[in-house]
């Protein structure tokens, strides 16, 4: 398996655009996770969902932010508008809810906005 | 509300030597707690996982203990080499189910060659 994949990488935007990062789970997981770290507050979770369903959004900061999984092997957190204070390394990560709950994360999207 | 923390902050040893990091957390009822590596600019590596159940984990140089009891974990890592240098989270999963994970701030970790 390829692991989780997320895109693009490395996002640069202006204060106000919509901005819509990608995630990927492994096959076959049944929970995906997004997670947000800037070096003030480290690693915070921000949603998940088990089965494309979202369980907990109670880590999203505002309704600017909004995430959605459309199926078993895609999901998208979408930020609109976009503010400066947005920027931060964005990190989507999924497990096997019956199996050892190992969560495997992507590689993240650099989100920066000017 | 649980709260990860991780000490020390930062920490430099020369080429070889073992060491010990240190994560504590404030509620006791976890259900897992994992130790990942992260290297700068890059994602988390999952390094190892314990169970609530279970004691101690270990892979290769690496030797991670738990005790739940006293909301403590460590991580030791056994004659270090300058490869080792990245820096350690520790997470707690709280819940009995699939929960996000709670997350030390981590310890940078610089070794001399």
């Known amino acids: 398996d390829a692991g989780v994949i997320q895109s693009p990488r490395h996002e640069v935007t202006e204060m106000g655009q919509e901005v819509t990062l990608r995630c990927k789970p492994i096959?076959?997981?049944?929970?995906l996770f997004w997670y947000r770290q800037t070096m003030m507050r480290g690693l915070e979770l921000l949603i998940y969902f088990n089965n494309n369903v979202p369980i907990d959004d109670s880590g999203m900061p505002e309704d600017r932010f909004s995430a959605k999984m459309p199926n078993a092997s895609f999901s998208t957190l979408k930020i609109q508008p976009s503010e400066p204070r947005d920027s931060a390394v964005y990190f989507c990560?999924?497990?096997?809810?019956?199996?050892?709950?190992?969560?495997?994360f992507g590689p993240g999207t650099r989100l920066t906005v000017l | 509300k649980q709260e990860v923390t991780q000490i020390p902050a930062a920490l430099s040893v020369p080429e070889g030597e073992n060491l010990v990091l240190n994560c504590s957390f404030t509620d006791s009822a976890i259900y897992n707690l994992q130790w990942f590596r992260q290297d700068p600019g890059k994602g988390l590596t999952s390094l190892l996982l314990i169970q609530s159940s279970q004691r101690e984990q270990t892979s290769g140089r690496l030797n991670a203990s738990l005790d739940k009891s006293s909301g403590r974990s460590t991580l030791y890592i056994a004659a270090s080499q300058p490869g080792d240098s990245a820096t350690y989270l520790c997470a707690v999963h709280s819940g009995g189910g699939a929960d996000g994970l709670t997350f030390g701030k981590g310890t940078h970790l610089i070794i001399q060659p």
């Open positions: 096959s076959g997981h049944d929970y």
């Open positions: 990560a999924s497990t096997l809810g019956q199996g050892d709950n190992e969560q495997f």
